[in-house]
């Protein structure tokens, strides 16, 4: 169910700074980020000053990394409430469960979230195309430490691979996450046909169950290969 959180809004984010970011994050999601100019942000937004995206962020760049904190902040806020309950029953027990609190999480944010989450997956799968360190820059380690926390739990279940082995898993696992649920948030915001396979719970399920074995899968040898 989407959440109207426009009553609850700090005084900062309301009007034309929070309709920019709203704009701005749909077009990037579609276009991506070099094709989508300040103008034309402005110009969605319906504000006659074309200059309004300097006014209110300064740069593209810092539009771009405040839409990102928004949505990292609150999948951030998700993921550790996710994580303190798994844990207080001593979990996550096994790597299916942990790569839960990684996908869940971001998964209900985009369903749930009418004001943050609408586009938040695909707009920052197109950010990750866009510079090379852009989102780990722009996070400094301060919206990604519930995520941090599940990579703990990773090594700690994955104890049959070597650390490279681990880390180059980690960036599998991430690409896969990010288009999967990029896609998924794309067909089921398409209402010009019925998208079944997208929009069923078990389609999740199997999300998280693919990016586990994509984790897990034994390690293949030279002569194997």
């Known amino acids: 169910m989407k959440v109207n959180q426009l009553h609850s809004l700090p005084e900062e984010e309301a009007g034309p700074?929070?309709?920019?970011?709203?704009?701005?994050?749909?077009?990037?999601?579609?276009?991506?980020?070099?094709?989508?100019?300040?103008?034309?942000?402005?110009?969605?937004?319906?504000?006659?000053?074309?200059?309004?995206?300097?006014?209110?962020?300064?740069?593209?760049?810092?539009?771009?990394?405040?839409?990102?904190?928004?949505?990292?902040?609150?999948?951030?806020?998700?993921?550790?409430?996710?994580?303190?309950?798994?844990?207080?029953?001593?979990?996550?027990?096994?790597?299916?469960?942990?790569?839960?609190?990684?996908?869940?999480p971001s998964a209900s944010f985009a369903d749930d979230d009418e004001i943050y989450g609408n586009y938040f997956n695909r707009f920052i799968l197109q950010v990750s195309y866009y510079k090379s360190g852009f989102i780990d820059e722009t996070l400094d380690g301060r919206w990604n430490?519930?995520?941090?926390?599940?990579l703990t739990h990773f090594r700690r279940l994955m104890p049959h691979l070597t650390q490279a082995e681990q880390s180059r898993r980690y960036v599998f696992f991430a690409s896969y996450i990010g288009l999967l649920l990029a896609q998924r948030e794309s067909m089921r915001a398409d209402d010009t046909k019925s998208h079944p396979t997208w929009t069923s719970n078990e389609t999740l399920l199997d999300i998280v169950q693919t990016a586990t074995a994509l984790l897990d899968a034994p390690i293949l040898k030279d002569d194997q290969a």
């Not at 402005?42 to 209110?56: F, I, K, P, S, T």
């Not at 999948?75 to 996710?82: G, N, S």
């Open 17 to 104: 700074r929070l309709q920019l970011k709203r704009v701005a994050r749909k077009l990037i999601a579609e276009r991506g980020v070099h094709d989508v100019s300040v103008r034309e942000i402005a110009l969605a937004a319906d504000q006659r000053n074309l200059g309004v995206v300097a006014y209110y962020f300064g740069t593209k760049d810092k539009l771009v990394a405040d839409i990102l904190i928004d949505g990292a902040a609150r999948i951030e806020a998700r993921r550790q409430v996710y994580l303190d309950a798994m844990e207080a029953e001593g979990g996550p027990k096994t790597l299916t469960d942990a790569v839960k609190a990684i996908v869940l």
């Open 145 to 150: 430490t519930g995520y941090q926390r599940c």
